[in-house]
């Protein structure tokens, strides 16, 4: 199929699950909205650098619904719900950006990250990932942690189990190709998670990520508001979500610019997930 088609097909695709989304999803577990990632128009050649990761020392918080505990550290347990915060002590929170890479926004905001020194979680698509190499390999220079976003966006609540394993894993391999390590950690599209998704990303090796505070940047509010969801949600504990890609996102930009040192100010220590000890 030519990439217009694809392209086409998979905005009708998201229509349909955005309009699934807001009419409430079965087996939806985390509120999530529909949105999706904007396609690029061309590809760019990228180099391919890698680096290891080096996540910051702070453990997630799991909610109910532990399942049998896991044999190690590619095997993480099943759960029955996303984590949706972290554990920890002091003020600390996480930033997290979805849909990615795109050429124009992600690299703003990678610059931003680094101006503040502080790294956050990007969980892209694992087709934008194969258009951008270079920038996956910047987020891992400069020791941000990449997540599996899915290939394409679809709603996996929708799809086979064979499906999203397809899903899953091509975006794994793309990730480890191109970022230097698989993803440990997984986001449903549209929050829309189910057994499948929890048993295929644990086989897989990821742990299911939603987040505490939806910044909803993806309906271009303003970036004023933007930044007061996210300063009135700050709490220790809180994964904030944003996007940096699927539109127009020069408001999630300019608002990280402005609530990053506000909350560096307020004492928050903004930092990365690292895999909880089971
Ligand atoms: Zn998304």
Avoid at 39 to 62: E, I, N, T, V
Wanted: one cysteine or more.
């Amino acid at each position: 199929m030519k990439k217009d088609q694809l392209l086409t097909r998979r905005r009708a695709l998201l229509a349909g699950a955005a309009a699934a989304g807001a009419a409430g999803t079965a087996g939806v577990l985390a509120a999530g909205r529909g949105h999706g990632p904007a396609r690029p128009a061309a590809p760019a050649a990228g180099a391919q650098a890698q680096s290891p990761l080096k996540p910051s020392a702070y453990r997630l918080q799991p909610l109910t619904g532990y399942g049998t505990p896991g044999t190690g550290p590619r095997r993480p347990a099943v759960r029955s719900e996303p984590i949706l915060r972290m554990s920890g002590r002091g003020r600390t929170m996480m930033l997290t950006f979805d849909d990615g890479p795109d050429p124009h926004y992600t690299p703003e905001i990678l610059d931003t990250l680094a101006e503040y020194d502080v790294h956050a979680t990007f969980f892209v698509c694992g087709e934008m990932a194969g258009y951008y190499k270079d920038l996956l390999s910047r987020m891992a220079d400069e020791g941000h942690v990449v997540g599996n976003h899915t290939w394409s966006h679809p709603l996996l609540t929708k799809l086979s189990r064979s499906r999203v394993r397809a899903e899953m894993e091509s975006t794994c391999e793309i990730v480890e190709k191109t970022y230097g390590e698989p993803p440990r950690w997984f986001r449903a599209p549209y929050g829309a998670w189910n057994r499948a998704v929890f048993q295929l990303g644990a086989e897989l090796g990821m742990e299911p990520l939603a987040w505490t505070v939806d910044s909803l940047d993806w309906t271009t509010p303003g970036t004023a508001t933007i930044v007061d969801r996210v300063e009135d949600g700050a709490a220790p504990g809180v994964v904030v979500l944003s996007h940096d890609a699927g539109g127009d996102r020069s408001q999630t930009v300019r608002a990280l610019r402005t609530y990053l040192p506000q909350l560096l100010d307020s004492g928050y220590h903004l930092t990365v997930p690292r895999r909880q000890q089971v």
